[in-house]
């Protein structure tokens, strides 16, 4: 059976489009009350700016045959062990006859102070993706196949997110692959190699620029990292457990 992609074109951009639209409700509403939030972080926090992109996922499950598994997004139900500490919350998981099939989770970052949280989400990526693997290789999860796991990042395509940054090591050459990128860059580099380390199953980056309130719109950076092969590879994995089941 062919795999179904759920008009993830138009989904995606109708996603993008509520990202913004979601963050600009919460600025509006922060300037009503007279708050003010440093960073715009009460922007990124409040509501859940990208639900759209779950809701991709749970067409993704239904639309490959999976129609009876569970799809849980409460913060009460997304919680899994870890090895290196008790629980970790996820955005995302799927359950599919008591065994994990799936654990997703969306990130954003926007600017205009692209630095201050990039190492922090580079360090939460892998930090969370090896406690994951590890918890899965102790049988945190039962004794079943590998579930996907996948990570997603929307960054603002912006000036600051575009510049080239120069970095500066005192003791040790810092990688070439990094010398002159920009924060875009650097996120699609990670992504590639959270992927080829076999950290997460699939790990995506687009780029989408503010006015994309209007229009949806999105930039992905290479094939590796794009939301039609995160999104394959999904609906692959999906497919796979629904054959799996049938299997006698």
Not at 143 to 170: H, Q
């Amino acid at each position: 059976m062919a795999l179904d992609l759920a008009d993830y074109e138009t989904k995606s951009s109708a996603a993008v489009q509520a990202f913004w639209g979601n963050r600009d409700q919460a600025r509006q509403a922060q300037t009503v009350t007279g708050r003010i939030d440093a960073g715009q972080r009460g922007a990124v926090t409040a509501g859940k700016n990208m639900d759209g992109f779950v809701a991709l996922i749970l067409d993704l499950v239904r639309a490959n045959g999976l129609t009876e598994a569970e799809v849980h997004r409460s913060r009460a139900l997304v919680m899994l062990p870890g090895y290196f500490r008790p629980t970790k919350l996820w955005d995302v998981l799927v359950l599919h006859q008591g065994h994990l099939v799936a654990a997703i989770e969306f990130k954003s970052q926007v600017g205009p102070s692209f630095g201050n949280n990039f190492n922090n989400r580079v360090e939460e990526a892998i930090g969370s993706a090896h406690d994951f693997q590890t918890a899965y290789r102790e049988g945190a999860f039962g004794k079943y196949p590998r579930p996907f796991l996948g990570w997603l990042m929307l960054v603002e395509d912006a000036t600051g997110s575009r510049t080239p940054i120069r970095e500066a090591s005192p003791h040790f050459r810092v990688f070439p692959v990094f010398q002159g990128t920009s924060y875009i860059q650097r996120y699609n580099l990670l992504c590639q190699r959270l992927v080829q380390e076999q950290l997460y199953t699939a790990a995506c980056v687009i780029a989408s620029p503010r006015s994309a309130v209007a229009d949806g719109q999105y930039t992905e950076l290479d094939a590796i990292t794009s939301l039609r092969t995160f999104v394959t590879s999904f609906a692959g994995h999906i497919a796979t457990e629904v054959a799996r089941q049938a299997t006698p």
